[in-house]
């Protein structure tokens, strides 16, 4: 059997099935970051994300400065997804032999000015040869124990929130996102956040590993759905992925109101958490209740 016939989650999962028990992490394959033990009253996260020129990238469209900046944005905004907070991070490239240095110095100089603005710290890497231009960024991070969020904690009867705006971030928002960190931190001080993941492939694929992950239902209001200036239409802002906002879930009592208040930034309520057995739907003004299906970024 071939990789494409599987797809990116389903090779993972088989992974996983292979680990042999028991496990020292707290959370290991499945969530935003890995969650270790650290302090008594802190774990540490870890999430490594890759991008390769060509696939996440074309270097005649994007300054290599951008794309040091997005390498280590979609990483911190995994740290972001779990309510933590950044501390270091690390760099495997793999280069062409004719690639300019000066390429290679502003690759960093976008990584580390973003660094500078998160308070993170470059500690390590890797270098490498290849016919292409490939990066893979290691973010280590810490959260309070109390104020971890994982994918699995939605109940029915949870409210669904999105932060921002979604789709068209293809017309420049994937390389110039600010990563969620701070939007995070304030939303889990503030607020019982029950789940919590970025969007990175698309809303109605990361939906479904808040819900899959949770063994519960959903309904989300097409009409409700926050779109982007950029998007070309409703369809790209549900799957075209690479936004980067927040997706959570929190009890019944919890308000767009106070949540745009305390943020500072758009927060729209998308839907509803149900039980498992009424599965994920969309209700649109045309078509009524339907079956959401599940489009976002694919690898294979
Ligand atoms: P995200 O989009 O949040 O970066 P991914 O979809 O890339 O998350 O990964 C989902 C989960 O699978 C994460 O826990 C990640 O660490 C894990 N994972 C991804 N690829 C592999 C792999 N090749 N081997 C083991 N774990 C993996
Ligand atoms: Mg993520």
């Known amino acids: 059997m071939k990789m494409r016939s599987v797809g990116e989650f389903e090779f993972i999962e088989s992974v996983k099935k292979r680990l042999p028990g028991p496990k020292s992490s707290v959370l290991g394959i499945g969530d ?7 302090t008594a009253d802190k774990y540490l996260l870890v999430t490594a994300d890759m991008l390769i020129q060509d696939v996440h990238f ?16 979609v990483s911190l905004s995994d ?24 390429a290679l110095h502003d690759f960093y100089s976008g990584m580390m000015k973003l ?31 109390k104020l971890l969020v994982r994918r699995d904690g939605a109940r029915a009867g949870d409210k669904i929130f999105v932060t921002g705006a979604l789709g068209g971030s293809i017309k420049g928002r994937h390389c110039d996102f600010t990563p969620r960190v701070r939007e995070a931190r304030l939303l889990v001080k503030n607020f019982r956040v ?12 990361d939906l479904r590993h808040i819900t899959d ?25 549900l799957s ?15 308000n767009e109101e106070a949540l745009s208040g305390k943020l500072k930034i758009p927060v729209a309520n998308i839907g509803r958490i149900v039980p498992k057995r009424e599965g994920i739907k969309i209700v649109t003004g045309k078509y009524g209740k339907k079956d959401l299906e599940r489009k976002g970024f694919r690898h294979f």
């Open 79 to 102: 740290v972001a997804a779990m309510a933590g907070i950044p501390k270091y991070y690390v760099v495997s490239i793999a280069v062409p032999p004719d690639a300019p240095l000066s």
């Open 115 to 145: 660094a500078a603005e998160f308070k993170v710290e470059l500690i390590g890497g890797d270098t490498n040869r290849a016919d292409k231009f490939i990066c893979d960024v290691t973010v280590i991070g810490e959260v309070e124990k």
């Open 240 to 254: 075209g992925g690479e936004d980067y906002e927040l997706l959570f879930t929190a009890a019944g009592g919890v």
């Open 58 to 73: 074309d270097l005649a469209k994007v300054s290599p400065f951008k794309v040091g900046r997005k390498a280590l944005a």
């Open 194 to 205: 029950h789940s919590m993941i970025d969007i990175s492939d698309g809303l109605s694929s």
């Open 32 to 38: 935003d970051c890995a969650v270790l033990e650290f």
């Open 213 to 237: 992950a949770s063994g519960v239902g959903a309904v989300i209001f097409d009409d409700r759905i926050p779109v982007s200036r950029d998007a070309v239409s409703k369809k790209d802002a």
